[in-house]
């Protein structure tokens, strides 16, 4: 099994700082990109960052200079957001591009992690 695990999320004010993690383990052997998406209720899941192997990151126009994404090794990312808005509420979940052994590449989710931003 591929395994994604995320942390950090949680209730913060607005304005205020979050920090998430995500470590992949289990079956999978590489990865090209771990990243961010996110889903607020009655809304379409929306990519919030990127980051590839290589170290190059992309980043959602509505988040771009408030959020940083960054690689702590080969299956660990992390999310640093600050100067969170309400409308950052949403789940937020860990994908990640990479391959068993032997296998095909393909994208892995992670369960989510609730962030709600509100005074």
């Known amino acids: 099994q591929v395994q994604l695990v995320e942390s950090g999320g949680g209730l913060v004010q607005p304005g205020e700082s979050l920090r998430l993690s995500c470590t992949a383990s289990?079956?999978?052997?590489?990865?090209?990109?771990m990243g961010w998406y996110r889903q607020a209720p009655e809304k379409e899941r929306e990519l919030v960052a990127t980051?590839?192997?290589?170290?190059?990151v992309n980043y959602s126009d509505s988040v771009k200079g408030r959020f940083t994404i960054s690689r702590g090794n080969a299956k660990n990312t992390v999310l640093q957001m600050n100067s969170l808005k309400p409308e950052d509420t949403a789940v937020y979940y860990c994908?990640?591009?990479?391959?068993?052994?032997?296998?095909?590449?393909?994208?892995?989710w992670g369960q989510g992690t609730q962030v709600t931003v509100s005074s």
């Open positions: 994908k990640v591009n990479g391959r068993r052994v032997a296998g095909p590449l393909s994208d892995f």
């Open positions: 980051i590839t192997n290589s170290g190059v």
């Open positions: 289990g079956s999978i052997s590489s990865i090209n990109v």
